[in-house]
């Protein structure tokens, strides 16, 4: 017996773990998505060590397989799949560990990560595929014993040492990776007015909107209705006046419209800046919520939306400016919510309507992906930057 042939785990282990690996990696990829605080740091971690155990699973497969791949007359009509599950898993993992090392790729408006993300959805696709023709059931015999534990260790192990060796060579070489926040994001743009950057979600793309005919709404679970007009918001000072310069970052106070929040966006970059603006505390205050009021959802131009707990949404600030700077059109003007530990995407720009909700916003996630579409526009501006 040789060296190949003492070190490798049976087939079925090998398959079965790469498909339990990839639904790690599927469900803490979805996770992070909507995960900003600190906090949430283990999910990125263990996104990370996983990814990192399974290159060791994906190199056993293909060493296994490469013959029966590579022989004349040897495929069938499923082998066309393998290869496309190979070589989209690659680049999933490829296009990971190039970005944690600090590497970027300009794709029009979208970047690396934002490949990595798309890749791993296409993955789910294409091993649904896979498994419709290579379907083999897992026997107990093939992860009974001793052997198993110590390999799953084994595979544990050797991600979570990489893991820590990528962190120090990112140190080390000064990577652009060095400077990531715990979500894998880099920073631009913090401190610099309206200079961070504007990404795409989907389609969401108004035309500039005419402050003249704009109303911000207060409705659903209150005591009385508010319709407010953006003269209305601004003569309470929210635009008028210069904005701290505080450095901490994160969350501060909003009890005077004030508030130090960290933009995280899912596209790869993160920004720092002083938001000003009116406190959804004193909107819901001053509509005076019911009983039953658990949700609040934030309500876009263009039909994007998303709800937040109403606790959590009374420390949110509907932000006018940033960095001492009205907000440009592009991010969000006239009004764009500020939700500290949300990711970008959550951060709704052009809003119009407050709703008060007894629960939360079923439609939501339906409006992330198909807002915007029957609107004009050239598909630069988003609600996630």
Known sequence: MNWSQRVSLPPRFVDWSIFLLLAIELASGLISLTTGRPGGRAVFVLH???????????FEKLRRVRKRVSRPGAWDQATPVSVLLAVVTLGALGSG?????????????????????????????????HLYHRWRPPQRSDFEGRRTVLSYLLLVGVGALTWRLQSVFNEWVNTPGAERRFTGSREEGTDAGNEF????????????????????????????DLALDYEAIAAEGIVTEEVGSGRNE?????????????????????????????????????????????????????????????????EALLATGVGGERLTHGHGFPLRLV??????????????EVEVRERKDPGQWLAVFVSGFDSEGDGKNSENG
Not at 48 to 58: E, H, I, T
Not at 202 to 223: H, N
Not at 339 to 352: H, I
Request: hydrophobic share 50%; net charge negative.
């Open 197 to 224: 950057p504007v990404t795409s979600w989907v389609a969401d793309d108004p035309d500039p909107i005419a402050i003249e005919e704009w109303e911000l709404t207060v409705a659903g679970e209150v005591k009385r």
């Open 339 to 352: 939700a500290p530990g949300r990711r970008g995407f959550q951060w709704v720009k052009w809003v119009t």
């Open 97 to 129: 560990i190039v970005w944690v090392l600090g590497g970027s790729l300009a794709l029009g408006p979208w970047g690396l990560l934002n490949l990595h993300i798309g890749l791993g959805l296409l993955l789910v696709l294409v091993v649904a595929i």
């Open 250 to 314: 994160g969350a501060g106070s909003s009890d005077d419209g004030r508030l130090r929040a960290t933009l995280d966006c899912t596209s790869g970059w993160y920004s720092v800046q002083d938001w000003r603006g009116v406190r959804v505390g004193d909107l819901l205050e001053a509509a005076g919520t019911a009983e039953s009021a658990r949700w609040v959802s934030f309500r876009s131009v263009t039909g994007y939306r998303w709800s937040l707990p109403i606790e959590e949404a009374r």
């Open 48 to 58: 990370s060590v996983v990814g990192l155990a399974l290159c060791v699973l994906v």
